[in-house]
């Protein structure tokens, strides 16, 4: 069975740093691209950011270019996502899911599924 379980969410202050995880298993994560997603509250799904399934190829969203970093480590089926320079509105929902995206639209699954339960980013003074 496909699971995706992503920690690390908390409170930032702007222009803070969080680091977010996502464990997966039930797949072979090692050869499968990988997307951050996140949904803020009362908007759609978001596609933050992929990265292929080696990690030799990372893209990202204009609105996160810069400051978000992904990586990931196969041998613990393990996705990161570091989040610096945080601003208001990166409050959301994050997820991680089971997809890869060039650009926000073109994405190997329209949908971001799968993806896990989400760890929630609040940035706030």
Known sequence: ?????????????????????????????????MSWVRQAPGKGVEWVSSIFSAGDITTYADSVKGRFTISR????????????SLKTEDTAMYYCARVFCWT????????????????????SS
């Open 1 to 33: 069975e496909l699971q995706l379980v992503e920690s690390g969410g908390g409170s930032a202050q702007p222009g803070g740093s969080l680091r977010l995880s996502c464990v997966a298993s039930g797949f072979s994560f090692s050869t499968i691209g």
């Open 73 to 84: 480590d196969n041998a613990n089926n393990t996705l990161y996502l570091q989040l610096n």
């Open 104 to 123: 926000a639209s073109r994405c190997s699954r329209p949908d971001f599924a799968p993806r896990g339960q989400g760890t929630k980013v609040t940035v």
